[in-house]
T-cell receptor, first 110, second 115 residues
Framework: QQPVQSPQAVILREGEDAVINCSSS?????VHWYRQKHGEAPVFLMI?????EQKGHEKISASFNEKKQQSSLYLTASQLSYSGTYFC???????????FGTGTRLKVLA | EAQVTQNPRYLITVTGKKLTVTCSQN?????MSWYRQDPGLGLRQIYY???????DKGDVPEGYKVSRKEKRNFPLILESPSPNQTSLYFC??????????????FGPGTRLTVL
């Protein structure tokens, strides 16, 4: 039931790009993306809506494939500050529960 | 400043001793949630509330209670804590539940240890 994210972990050098995927077995209306630093609360990055509307954040963008129930987060020209764990989150259709994905740990090295 | 506050931030207690973790938001949000975060299991929703006096179970409600008597407050109650409830807890709020383009705001977290 929990959306599955891939990869589980990724290590980058500063300036490199990364893609994080989120795949759900249930129909999605919207997908949210968050970044969490160790020991801190998750911070909202962006939301993707069914129909393609997107609200973004600086050098981070995302896509949402409603038919495949998948979302991808694109981080370009990564910076040291991008390090953390990334989660997708969603409210599956037909429920008001909120479910987070399995998480992707990203580390950016100088 | 718009924020979600939680208290206490850290708590060490013993099995069976009732405790309450408070959560308050100052943004007039309707939807509030409690999550627990455990290594390898990510963030899981315990309970959520769509509005005052409207609460429902998330994915891991066993051993927890909540109440929503006022819009701004959403306390989490552990009537008889057990060691498997040792975790990092987050309270969060959104303007609405349902299919809205809402940002979810998180409190700073409460690290609970049950001995």
């Amino acid at each position: 039931q929990q959306p599955v994210q891939s990869p589980q972990a990724v290590i980058l050098r500063e300036g490199e790009d990364a893609v994080i995927n989120c795949s759900s077995s249930k129909a999605l209306y919207s997908v949210h993306w968050y970044r969490q630093k160790h020991g801190e609360a998750p911070v909202f990055l962006m939301i993707l809506l069914k129909g393609g509307e997107q609200k973004g954040h600086e050098k981070i963008s995302a896509s949402f494939n409603e038919k495949k129930q998948q979302s991808s987060l694109y981080l370009t020209a990564s910076q040291l500050s991008y390090s953390g764990t990334y989660f997708c989150g969603t409210e599956p259709s037909g429920t008001y529960k909120y479910i987070f994905g399995t998480g992707t740990r990203l580390k950016v090295l100088a | 400043e718009a924020q979600v506050t939680q208290n206490p931030r850290y708590l060490i207690t013993v099995t069976g001793k009732k405790l309450t973790v408070t959560c308050s938001q100052n943004m007039n949000h309707e939807y509030m949630s409690w999550y627990r975060q455990d290594p390898g299991l990510g963030l899981r929703q315990i309970y959520y509330s769509m509005n005052v006096e409207v609460t429902d179970k998330g994915d891991v409600p066993e051993g927890y209670k909540v109440s929503r008597k006022e819009k701004r407050n959403f306390p989490l109650i552990l009537e008889s804590p057990s060691p498997n409830q040792t975790s990092l807890y987050f309270c969060a709020s959104r303007p609405h539940g349902g299919r809205y383009t809402d940002t979810q705001y998180f409190g700073p977290g409460t690290r609970l240890t049950v001995l």
